[in-house]
């Protein structure tokens, strides 16, 4: 019997053990570091009871003592050595081999959060209550401003955890103490609904015992403890997880960017990286499969439309314009498909935690509808391409989850998943970089810039397209499918402007991302004649772009008009830039279309 400890997270964590003092024995360390990525095992002593938390931000001054930004336990050393946290952080507690041969184990956010963290039982895993439990979400972004902690440690000097109102205004109310020392008159508050509705499984206050508490048979269960989850294959356990169709909880209150933000990588994401690695090692790359692109594809679009259902601020009505309907899905020969898509969203939707939600086949089909919206030029929509870059997604390049949100004909919100992007630049070269962290998040509002973080959940960090005016020190981005964009016409573009470097081809919207953090200076789109491009395919990536100080227009220097329905209405492509270049790429584009046209038609 184990605990395995892992850390999922794009920074280090700095373990936690505390062993409660009528514990039998105690682990074999209580406090040690794990970098991103790493994990440690430890033997689980018979009987063991304590908690475990993830220690963040931590350094050692030059007078040597040990401190953490969050959820510190005072030692001065690596070591807590039987000191406690200190509030607020998400602590799992444990309290094995108890009564009736069982081991219980919760996580709590009685002591506030300070990271996203999972206990997921393992082995034998019996009992009726014997399933993960958690809080996936990262929560210090959405932490009400009178409970948040900020700290300098933070890149931008951000949250980095949140207090729970006990500790925020120690009022017995809150506190549970005196008179409201029990249950029946220490009732849910505001703020603890604001912890249980993101994370329904985890503890929000001192007697939420009855949604909160796990137990599995002791026997050789094992437990693992993960920092940041989301992104992790976690896999679903036993059979039952006590699903039940119970409408789901709403947000008391979100920005559509922190809901869009927050909400896709969770599960979408997962689902995304699962489905690429399984087709990466069935070598189902032959187009004459497409079903597991299928899935993932249909997945990630019901999955997205979910999550926007559940946390966008309730509307009166819930419209999006997504690249899949349910039409094939109905046809006689998809039964296979479509229950393979079902059995894939259920489980990510069990596993992640957050919803007690349980989807039908009729259910799948009716929210795939979801994204049957036709757009225009009046009210809200949300603008999904679910997999962008399916080819990309089937080599096992780069892809990307785009979401945007139209208001009023215009793209206000954009919000673009690429797991595959380093999250460092990717330079002048054709994909892989200094070998730092992939998995990339850019999203932007408008009028408040653009952004880009770590999928794992780093900071973020403002972005910013390059500042280069001489086109000879250019590179430029286009698709990696040849047939997608006309390689003479682009390569006599770029002539035209003298950029002396080879085009960086890379798939999907990956491209706007790059392109908005400075990767390269340019991005040439130039489909065949007669293809008509869709919003989804370029609603996201032009506000990352624009919000980064770029350009994004036709190849008459027009903006890109979002409100003409499910396809953008443009002239000839589609050309992004910073603004010291596009005065002449655009009229290098123009010259050389030109010289394209007289030499199709001589006269
Ligand atoms: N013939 C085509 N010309 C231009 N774009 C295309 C063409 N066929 C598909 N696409 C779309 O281009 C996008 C990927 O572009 P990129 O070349 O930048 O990776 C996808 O959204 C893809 O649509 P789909 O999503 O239906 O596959
Ligand atoms: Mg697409």
């Known amino acids: 019997k184990t605990f395995t400890v892992t850390n999922n997270c794009g920074y280090t964590v700095w373990p936690g053990i505390l062993s409660a003092g009528n514990?039998?024995?105690?682990?074999?360390?209580?406090?040690?570091?794990?970098?991103?990525?790493e994990s440690r095992t430890m033997p689980a002593p018979h009987g063991w009871s304590g908690r475990l938390w993830g220690r963040t931000f931590c350094s050692t001054d030059p007078a040597g003592r040990f401190a953490c930004a969050t959820g510190d336990c005072g030692s001065g050393r690596l070591d807590c050595a039987g000191n406690a946290a200190k509030p607020p952080a998400t602590l799992a507690e444990f309290t094995l081999d108890g009564s009736g041969g069982m081991d219980f184990y919760d996580v709590s956010l009685v002591d506030g959060y300070n990271l996203p963290m999972l206990v997921t039982p393992r082995g034998g895993v019996t009992g009726e209550n014997c399933a993960p439990t958690g809080c996936m979400v990262d929560l210090n972004g959405k932490c009400p401003a009178e409970l948040s902690v900020a700290s300098p440690a933070a890149a931008g000097g951000g949250g980095v955890a949140c207090k729970s109102a006990c500790e925020a205004f120690g009022s017995a109310q809150y506190c549970c103490s005196g008179e409201y020392g029990n249950p029946n008159t220490c009732r849910p508050s505001a703020?603890?609904?604001?912890?249980?509705?993101?994370?329904?499984?985890?503890?929000?206050?001192?007697?939420?015992?009855?949604?909160?508490?796990?137990?599995?048979?002791?026997?050789?269960?094992?437990?693992?403890?993960?920092?940041?989850?989301?992104?992790?294959?976690?896999?679903?356990?036993?059979?039952?997880?006590?699903?039940?169709?119970?409408?789901?909880?709403?947000?008391?209150?979100?920005?559509?960017?922190?809901?869009?933000?927050?909400?896709?990588?969770?599960?979408?994401?997962?689902?995304?990286?699962?489905?690429?690695?399984?087709?990466?090692?069935?070598?189902v790359q032959s187009k004459a499969d497409q079903s597991p692109v299928t899935v993932a594809d249909y997945g990630s679009q019901i999955l997205v439309s979910l999550v926007l259902k559940m946390e966008a601020p309730a509307s009166s009505s819930f419209s999006m314009v997504a690249e899949e309907d349910s039409e094939e899905l109905r046809k006689e020969g998809a039964e296979e498909i479509l229950e393979n898509i079902t059995e894939l969203v259920n489980e990510t939707i069990v596993d992640d935690g957050t919803y007690s939600i349980y989807f039908s086949k009729e259910g799948i089909l009716s929210a795939i509808d979801d994204g049957k919206s036709e757009g225009g030029p009046s009210g809200r929509h949300w603008v999904l391409d679910p997999i962008d870059g399916t080819k990309g997604f089937l080599r096992g390049d780069q892809y990307a989850i785009a979401l945007a949100l139209l208001d009023e004909g215009k793209v206000v919100l954009g919000v673009l998943a690429c797991p595959n992007l380093s999250l460092g630049s990717i330079g002048n070269l054709n994909g892989g970089?200094?070998?730092?962290?992939?998995?990339?998040?850019?999203?932007?509002?408008?009028?408040?810039?653009?952004?880009?973080?770590?999928?794992?959940?780093?900071?973020?960090?403002?972005?910013?397209?390059?500042?280069?005016?001489?086109?000879?020190?250019?590179?430029?981005?286009?698709?990696?499918?040849?047939?997608?964009?006309?390689?003479d016409l682009t390569g006599s573009i770029a002539e035209k402007l003298g950029v002396q470097a080879p085009p960086v081809r890379i798939d999907s919207q990956a491209k706007y991302g790059a392109l908005a953090r400075g990767d390269g200076a340019i991005y040439l789109r130039f489909p065949h004649k007669g293809y008509r491009e869709k919003i989804w395919d370029h609603a996201a990536g032009s506000i990352v772009v624009t919000e980064a100080g770029g350009l994004v227009t036709d190849a008459s220097g027009n903006d890109l008009d979002f409100s003409k329905g499910r396809f953008l209405d443009l002239d000839t492509g589609i050309i992004a830039t910073n603004k010291q270049l596009m005065p002449s790429l655009l009229k290098a584009v123009q010259d050389a279309i030109k010289e394209q046209n007289q030499a199709a038609s001589p006269l």
Request: glycine share 10%; aromatic share 10%; charged share 15%.
């Open 23 to 37: 514990s039998p024995a105690a682990l074999d360390s209580t406090g040690f570091a794990l970098a991103p990525g």
């Open 191 to 283: 703020y603890s609904q604001f912890f249980k509705n993101a994370c329904p499984r985890a503890y929000s206050y001192a007697y939420d015992d009855a949604t909160s508490t796990f137990t599995c048979a002791s026997g050789d269960t094992s437990y693992d403890i993960t920092f940041c989850p989301s992104t992790a294959s976690v896999k679903s356990v036993g059979s039952d997880h006590g699903m039940v169709y119970a409408g789901g909880a709403q947000l008391v209150s979100s920005s559509p960017r922190v809901a869009a933000k927050t909400w896709l990588p969770p599960g979408v994401i997962v689902v995304g990286v699962a489905v690429q690695k399984d087709i990466l090692q069935s070598g």
């Open 433 to 487: 970089s200094s070998g730092d962290q992939v998995g990339a998040l850019f999203s932007a509002t408008i009028g408040c810039g653009a952004e880009v973080e770590s999928l794992q959940g780093s900071p973020a960090q403002k972005i910013s397209v390059c500042s280069i005016d001489n086109p000879v020190e250019a590179s430029f981005f286009e698709s990696y499918e040849g047939a997608h964009s006309l390689r």
